[in-house]
């Protein structure tokens, strides 16, 4: 394989790697999780279930939307809207 193409397939997999990474965070920063379940912080969706995968990857799933709809711009900010 061309040494190019090892870093930029290098470069690609640091890229996702780093924006799963602050994903994660903004994800945390927006939810409460308990022994049941996961929960929005400002009450928009819930999902509890005994099938841990399935509660995290519904969770997600909702936040996203909300998310990429800026629903949680000033959670984030502490109020004044950009992220």
Request: a positive charge.
């Amino acid at each position: 394989m061309p040494a190019d193409s090892r870093q930029t397939r290098d470069h690609l997999r640091m890229h996702r790697t780093a924006s799963t990474i602050v994903a994660d965070s903004i994800f945390e920063r927006c939810i409460i999780r308990d022994k049941g379940g996961i929960t929005c912080k400002l009450g928009l969706w819930a999902v509890h279930s005994k099938d841990r995968k399935m509660v995290e990857t519904n969770a997600r799933h909702y936040w996203l939307q909300y998310y990429e709809d800026g629903e949680y711009n000033r959670l984030l900010t502490g109020g004044n809207g950009d992220i």
